[in-house]
């Protein structure tokens, strides 16, 4: 597992920085961590700059590695460009299996706040993109004990779910499945419309439960209401990372935050991972 993470000095890339760091003894991952100098005339498409320009970005690598301590570190710089961009590409040409970023350093501590980065990239990454709350950095975070998914039932939402088993395995922590069962919504101005049926609750979660890795502890939580806001309070309780899955619409392979995913990063108190969609392949071989 490899991680990608920009780092510019500022506090919300030092909360990307703890939080890759605790994936990363977790996991095994190793990190990359990237710097893009604007200062001087640069191109406007990125290059990597030899060891002499990229001088300035010393002290970064730096204050990166030792706030990575435990796990393998790769470091570079670029000229040019845009951080989202550059993070982008080379999570498509690069073996990243996760983007880590930080919110700005603004509104309430414990709260992501998307910036222009992360929402760059949380509209159309081909990789996982993970975000940290605000503060996150303030202190140091033991290896997720438990992880919260949010489900569905739909291919999105299974993508989810094998990504937080990935997680859980090497970290042995606890699986918690959230399904919220949210009041049908009725078209303005439709006559006659009838809202779809919605799968059985708890069918849907006896067949998830049912789905996942025998050797990982499960336990589950049923709600009712807006999803977004269950979520969040669902993740109050202990939970160290909540994973869920792209909108399902748009182009395939790409993260894409939908109104539930938008709301839960900007609300949840631990971070937010959304996986990327899935092919109707990956999906099929995920149920």
């Known amino acids: 597992m490899r991680l990608l993470i ?24 190793r990190a990359l961590v990237v710097a893009v100098l604007m200062s001087g005339p640069l191109p406007l498409s990125y290059a990597l700059l030899d060891s002499e320009e990229s001088a300035e970005a010393g002290p970064l690598f730096e204050e ?16 040019g460009g845009t951080p989202a961009g550059l993070i982008t590409t080379l999570g498509e040409e690069e073996d990243v299996d996760t983007i ?9 501590v414990g709260r992501a706040l998307l910036g222009s980065v992360a929402e760059s990239l949380l509209s159309g990454a081909s990789r996982a993109v993970v975000v940290a709350p ?68 708890e069918k849907l979660m006896s067949d998830v439960i049912s789905s996942i ?31 869920a899955g792209s909108r399902g619409y748009g182009p395939l392979l790409r993260v894409l935050i939908g109104s539930v995913s938008s709301q839960l990063i900007r609300k949840s108190p631990c971070p937010v991972l959304v996986v990327p969609r899935p092919s109707r392949t990956q999906g099929d071989q995920a149920t």
């Open 6 to 29: 920009g780092f510019d000095g500022s506090d919300g890339g030092r909360d990307a920085l703890e939080l890759a760091r605790v994936l990363g003894v977790a996991t095994g991952a």
């Open 64 to 79: 990166a590695r030792e706030r990575l301590a435990g796990i393998e570190v790769e470091t570079r710089a670029f000229g």
């Open 100 to 108: 880590v970023v930080g919110s700005p350093h603004r509104g309430p």
């Open 134 to 201: 605000r503060g996150y950095a303030q202190e140091r975070h033991d290896s997720p004990r438990l992880i919260a998914v949010a489900y569905d039932g739909t291919l999105e939402s299974k993508a989810a779910l094998r990504r937080a088993e990935d997680l859980a395995r090497p970290a042995q922590a606890k699986i918690r499945i959230v399904t919220v069962v949210a009041p049908p919504v009725a078209l303005p101005g439709v006559i006659g419309y009838t809202p779809p049926e919605p799968p059985d609750p």
């Open 213 to 243: 890795d025998p050797e990982l502890t499960v336990d589950s939580r049923l709600l009712d209401g807006p999803p977004a806001i269950r979520l969040v309070e669902a993740c109050a309780e202990g939970v160290d990372l909540i994973v």
